[in-house]
């Protein structure tokens, strides 16, 4: 009995060899480039008489689309959809069973328009001083990479690998005055660049020491200015004594007794 059914599956799998070929698994862009098309295709001997045969697909493994007969499964084109995919056929009563090899597809999005702003942006920076650049693309698949610019010359590049952003910490220099920053973010697939924007206006450290000691003395010489005018209107409206005399000093006054000496000894 037990030779009987070794003898009966060896048949099957002769017959099954001859019946039709491993498949091959091959995948198509849609024309609306939305979607990823794969088609299980097999070679069935001619000579053989016409088999009913059904399809499977796998991703990663796991059952996507159950056996029918339909040899096609379609896929959208979205990042999560990446894998490794596999078609398996066989007959009707799922005696005779091949699989295909692996399909390793890989899905990218492209990046989108990246934002760039500087951080803490202040309006008297001065040569030195530290800004934060940061740059930012809602989608894309990962990593994105980003690059900072100022006036068409690199700044420095960052990595954003499990993020949509990335910043970049540089001292300022004189020559980034009103001049135009921007940044790229690049994918696999694609990349972008984010609109230019005007740097700040940039003061040296002696141009801005001299403005606060400007910013300092002006107060300071009005207020004397103001105490200036308050004296010359109260003289103004109360006149000063032009021809005031000294008070005639008392017999007691020290100062009168040595007069009054003086004056004695002139005239003996």
């Not at 078609?87 to 692996?102: A, F, H, L, R």
């Not at 206006?201 to 001299?210: D, E, H, I, N, P």
Request: glycine share 4%; charged share 20%.
């Amino acid at each position: 009995m037990l030779l009987w059914v070794a003898l009966l599956l060896c048949v099957s799998m002769t017959e099954g060899q001859e019946l039709f070929q491993n498949p091959q698994l091959s995948q198509y862009i849609s024309s609306e480039l939305s979607d990823v098309i794969l088609k299980c295709m097999v070679k069935v001997d001619p000579k053989k008489p016409a088999v009913q045969l059904f399809y499977s697909f796998y991703k990663n493994n796991e059952l996507v689309q159950d056996r029918s007969q339909n040899p096609v499964f379609s896929t959208e084109v979205k990042e999560e959809n990446s894998g490794h995919y596999q078609c398996v056929v066989d007959t009707e009563n799922g005696i005779i069973q091949k699989k295909s090899g692996y399909l390793d597809i890989e899905f990218w999005t492209p990046v989108s328009h990246p934002v760039l702003t500087l951080k803490q942006e202040a309006t008297n920076l001065t040569v030195g001083d530290k800004v934060e650049f940061l740059c930012e693309a809602q989608k894309g698949s990962l990593p994105i990479f980003y690059s900072f610019y100022i006036d068409g010359e690199i700044l420095g590049k960052a990595l954003a690998p499990s993020g949509r952003a990335a910043s970049l910490l540089v001292s300022v220099k004189a020559e980034w005055s009103a001049k135009n920053y921007s940044c790229e973010a690049k994918n696999n697939i694609s990349r972008r660049i984010s609109e230019p924007r005007k740097f700040p206006l940039v003061v040296s450290g002696a141009t801005q020491t001299k403005n606060n000691m400007l910013s300092i003395w002006l107060p300071a010489s009005l207020f004397g200015g103001m105490v200036i005018a308050a004296g010359v209107l109260i003289c103004f409206f109360k006149p000063c004594k032009k021809d005031a005399r000294p008070e005639t000093p008392t017999p007691t006054d020290p100062d009168y007794l040595l007069y009054a000496l003086v004056d004695n000894r002139r005239y003996k």
